[in-house]
């Protein structure tokens, strides 16, 4: 499906009814057609993974047409130039957190942008830091504790952004890494009572909202469950390992 095909296809999709609606949840709407997230994965499905094409719908400024890119376009072909650009015109959390989590964290980049854009002071570039954080500890499953451990001390130094769309990301990252095992949940706890402390009601709502799940029953089944898991998968490999070895050496 070429670029032009799919212009004309997503304006023939348009309900400007449905624009209207989306204003009142944050997102600009000044480039909207008011096309439903089934009918664009319907879409990325049809087209399948093509990079150029994803450039091309990008830079058309058509609301559409950029969650359609972060759809379709290729982790290892994203260079750190095209996620600057994209990052810097950021105008709405739907338009950050698929692309975030749906492309740039699985780029080789991620974890060094999440750290960089968490530093600056742009709302949506500071938002997709910490959503990137987030969507990390969700996907990259290979990850050591000790990455996220430091992402939990960028996070306490930011839970005082006043900013919506800020303190929910710098939230979600935040309970997102608690969940992740048990060793990080412990962490990510002491992270709680640390920024309770801080005289901010941002904070405060920030670790309120996060302890509350964290130490929930269900999170700590959760984490106990995967703790396990991991240290089962661990002992095996090296009962293996441990058995390879010793055959190698009766040979």
Avoid at 112 to 118: F, L, Q, T
Avoid at 120 to 130: P, S
Avoid at 148 to 176: M, P, S
Avoid at 195 to 220: C, G, N, Y
Wanted: aromatic residues 8%; hydrophobic residues 40%; positive net charge.
């Amino acid at each position: 499906m070429e670029y032009e095909e799919i212009i004309i296809q997503l304006r023939s999709l348009a309900q400007p009814q449905a624009v209207a609606g989306v204003s009142r949840f944050g997102i600009d709407t000044q480039n909207a057609l008011g096309i439903s997230l089934p009918a664009l994965r319907k879409m990325a499905r049809q087209i399948g993974k093509n990079h150029n094409l994803a450039l091309q719908l990008w830079d058309s400024g058509i609301h559409e047409a950029r969650l359609l890119a972060g759809m379709i376009a290729e982790p290892q072909a994203v260079t750190e130039s095209q996620m600057e650009k994209w990052v810097s015109e950021f105008d709405s959390w739907d338009i950050c957190d698929p692309c975030c989590s749906n492309l740039f964290d699985k780029t080789p980049f991620a974890y060094r942008k999440a750290e960089e854009w968490s530093r600056r002071e742009e709302e949506f570039i500071k938002r997709a830091g910490f959503v990137l954080m987030a969507t990390l500890a969700v996907h990259d499953k290979q990850a050591t504790d000790t990455e996220f451990a430091q992402f939990l001390t960028i996070i306490a130094k930011n839970a005082g952004d006043e900013r919506n769309f800020v303190r929910k990301a710098v939230n979600w990252a935040l309970r997102q890494i608690g969940k992740r095992n048990l060793n990080l949940n412990r962490q990510a706890i002491a992270t709680t009572q640390a920024v309770q402390k801080m005289e901010s009601p941002t904070a405060h709502w920030i670790a309120a909202d996060a302890w509350r799940e964290l130490t929930s029953s269900a999170v700590q089944n959760d984490c106990n469950v995967k703790t396990a898991s991991k240290a089962l998968i661990w002992r095996n490999r090296n009962r293996n390992h441990f058995s390879d070895n010793r055959n190698r050496r009766t040979c």
